[in-house]
């Protein structure tokens, strides 16, 4: 399939060797010049590049370290060959993870990692690097660039506007690329011409539509208005015509956008959905279940009408995602699956984010570019990666159905290749079956202690 320009190719054949894709043709053609020792039937079937998932975290302290190493099989089971993980409280062993996968004595996804984020001083989140002065986002820079990097995470817990500014410029200065939590305090116009290489959350990008947000953010930062008024004008401001000219300037700056649009659903319909059934579950060890609860009872207790302004709020923001696309920004496929983020499960969670992408109004094949190509686009590694073209790395998933026609034929996974190597339908259930196994031991273990 030509993901790239959304069009079937058929009757085509596909060699690998090693991890890397050797042919690409005829059935006939490729067959007269190579001989494979293993060979896949696609027959009837439909080749995709691997699927990216561009926003993903571990942690939730020393003790889960295991729970969320068990994560890593889960992903490749649902086809999604490359993380990015965007930071957590385990910056240093997801390096590590980084580091083993890459050898080869760790199975799982390939690993891309911001390291520990970049925040201020004593911020609510942990892992991170503290930086309360321009010398000090200086040495976090030097020591994310020592620990090799893959991006630099921002957030903005207790780091000022000034010092996020900064280390966005400092950061591109260096030759890497930023994501991060937007300042309330910042226009997003000012952050996007400072460097930031990707929005995470769409939250931030609907606010760039807001009429009045350059107004909003100087009211905030001058103490004229307290966070929650900041909001609600946010809340009820946007209009379509700035919305759609900051959107054109996001695309004209290179700036993509990671909506993570699943993790936000769940939580605005928790009333709908509890999520107590869910049969994925099973595979998400209790320490990571309980992290849940965070959100889980930040959004309980509420009123019949706060309740419905948590639908409305969804609604409006997701609503932007066609208008992203009609201004030219590149949309990635996130999750924020992981540690606190709760119901939102690695793995299948991206099949559920692009089922909203096309809910929303992208075309199946828009919604599966933002999850093959976009990822590899940001690191410019469309090179490497994101098509099924010779010289390419070969991870890449066989569907039984075609996913042009219908986005949910991503779930209909025949086998993955991973670095080429075929994990086969009994392969890939295996590794649900062995991480099932592991969260029913770690769950009679903390039975037993009760």
Avoid: C
Wanted: a negative charge.
């Amino acid at each position: 399939m030509d993901v790239e320009h959304g069009q079937l190719l058929p009757d085509q054949a596909v060699a690998t060797r090693g991890n890397r894709i050797v042919a690409v043709g005829h059935d006939a053609d490729v067959a007269k010049h190579w001989h494979a020792e293993q060979t896949v039937n696609g027959h009837n079937r439909y080749l995709i590049p691997g699927l990216w998932d561009m926003h993903v975290h571990f942690g939730g302290g020393e003790a889960l370290i295991e729970e969320n190493r068990a994560l890593l099989p889960l992903y490749v089971a649902n086809g999604v060959t490359t993380i990015r993980d965007a930071s957590g409280d385990l910056p240093l062993d997801v390096l590590n993870w980084r580091r083993e996968i890459a050898e080869g004595s760790l199975f799982g996804p390939r690993l891309l990692s911001s390291g520990p984020k970049i925040e201020g001083i004593k911020p609510v989140w942990k892992g991170t690097i503290e930086a309360g002065s321009e010398a000090d986002v200086d040495k976090a820079i030097a020591q994310l660039q020592s620990l090799d990097v893959d991006f630099v995470k921002i957030t903005d817990s207790t780091l000022t506007p000034e010092l996020f500014l900064y280390a966005v410029k400092q950061a591109r200065a260096a030759g890497l690329r930023t994501s991060g939590h937007i300042p309330l305090e910042i226009p997003m116009r000012q952050v996007v011409d400072a460097g930031l290489s990707s929005i995470e959350h769409l939250g931030y990008a609907y606010n760039a539509g807001v009429k009045d947000e350059a107004t909003i953010a100087a009211e905030f930062a001058a103490g004229r208005l307290t966070r929650e008024e900041a909001r609600a004008r946010l809340n009820t401001g946007f209009d379509r015509d700035t919305a759609m000219a900051a959107y054109r300037h996001l695309a004209q700056q290179g700036v993509f956008v990671t909506p993570t649009l699943n993790g936000s659903r769940v939580i605005a319909y928790l009333d709908q959905d509890d999520h107590k059934d869910d049969e994925y579950l099973a595979y998400i060890g209790p320490g990571l279940r309980k992290t849940y609860e965070w959100r889980v009872q930040r959004a309980a207790g509420v009123t019949p009408a706060q309740i419905e302004q948590r639908h409305a709020r969804y609604q409006r923001v997701a609503s932007v995602i066609p208008m992203l696309q009609q201004a030219g920004v590149t949309i990635m496929a996130g999750t924020d699956a992981g540690f606190l983020n709760s119901f939102n499960y690695p793995g299948v969670g991206l099949h559920d984010e692009l089922a909203l992408f096309v809910e929303l109004g992208l075309t199946p094949a828009q919604a599966l570019s933002a999850a093959t190509r976009a990822g590899p686009a940001w690191f410019g590694q469309l090179d490497q990666y994101g098509s099924i073209d010779e010289g390419k790395v070969a991870d890449l998933v066989l569907l039984e159905r075609n996913p042009l026609e219908d986005i949910e034929a991503t779930r209909a996974i025949h086998s993955v290749l991973l670095r080429g190597q075929v994990q086969d339908r009994t392969a890939l259930d295996r590794l649900l079956a062995d991480t099932r196994a592991k969260v029913a031991a770690w769950d009679a273990k903390a039975a037993e202690r009760k």
